[in-house]
């Protein structure tokens, strides 16, 4: 899909999210990158081949606040 030099990280690269953004969809929430990847705000993902990624949701530090 990418057609720009350097080309940007595949769909299933661990990076892949570095890809370059092609549409956007703020107010739903969503956004589509040059690799197929649909990434959402709540940073989940769905990827070209229909796999969901699940969002990110980092492990709370005790004595930190929320």
Do not use: Y
Request: glycine share 8%; proline share 9%; hydrophobic share 40%.
């Amino acid at each position: 899909m990418c057609e720009h030099r350097p080309e940007c990280p595949t769909a299933d690269s661990t990076d892949r999210d570095a890809a370059r953004l092609v549409a956007a969809r703020p107010e739903q929430g969503w956004s589509l990158l040059c690799n197929g990847v649909l990434l959402f705000d709540d940073t989940g993902e769905l990827l070209p081949d229909g796999q969901a990624v699940s969002p990110f949701r980092p492990a709370l530090v005790k004595g930190t606040a929320a």
